[in-house]
């Protein structure tokens, strides 16, 4: 049997789209601001599309927020950077049908070739979002995947030797550098969602 990923955190994702009025002009710019509790997402989509993300540990989500846009708007308006933009956009952020929840946790597998199977984007590992490189790390995968399949046609388990190994080394960067990333916010240091990034339980 393939094991199962190994989930290293709790993150989860809730988020909401909104669309902008006609006359609405906005800068497409992403903007990201941590909070006590996790760490808000604001980027702008084709279509005068906004998304406005929220992400913390599943939970660390406040109850009953899942069916309370007022309670989702509440925690919007105590933000700094998010309030104010929302505010020039003319976004009510409690003007949702319903938000949407995703899981967005850092998970890894600890071997990517096993007989009959290579493993790569999502299969092989799931990046937290804040580092921004799931995209390139899911693009450079496949292709070392694809490098492998044909290295095994022939006879030769070189490349997919060197793609598990280059891919697992290249894991535990990433997880020294997310670690290092999360440390370097120093506001909210004693707060659940903040310690346990720094290994402290929590």
């Not at 199962?4 to 709790?10: A, W």
């Not at 992403?30 to 599309?49: C, D, K, N, Q």
């Not at 509440?74 to 409690?94: E, F, P, Q, Y």
């Amino acid at each position: 049997s393939v094991p199962p990923p190994r989930r290293l955190d709790r993150l989860v994702a809730c988020y909401g789209i909104y669309t902008l009025e006609d006359d609405v002009e906005v800068a497409a710019a992403t903007l990201v601001e941590a909070v006590a509790s996790g760490w808000w997402y604001m980027s702008v989509m084709p279509g005068a599309r906004v998304l406005l993300g929220f992400f913390t540990d599943s939970d660390l989500l406040p109850q009953g927020l899942r069916k309370n846009l007022r309670a989702w708007a509440d925690m919007a308006s105590r933000t700094h950077a998010v309030s104010a933009r929302l505010g020039s956009l003319g976004i009510d952020a409690a003007a949702l049908d319903q938000l949407q929840f995703a899981p967005a946790s850092t998970t890894t597998m600890s071997r990517l070739i096993e007989p009959r199977i290579i493993r790569a984007g999502d299969a092989a590992s799931a990046l937290d979002p804040l580092g921004a490189n799931g995209l390139a790390t899911a693009l450079w995968s496949g292709v070392r995947a694809a490098d492998s399949v044909i290295g095994l046609l022939a006879g030769d388990d070189a490349a997919s030797r060197l793609y598990e190994q280059q891919f697992l080394e290249g894991m535990t960067s990433h997880l020294v550098t997310q670690r290092a990333m999360y440390a370097s916010e120093t506001r909210f240091m004693h707060e659940p969602f903040w310690q346990r990034r720094r290994g402290v339980p929590g």
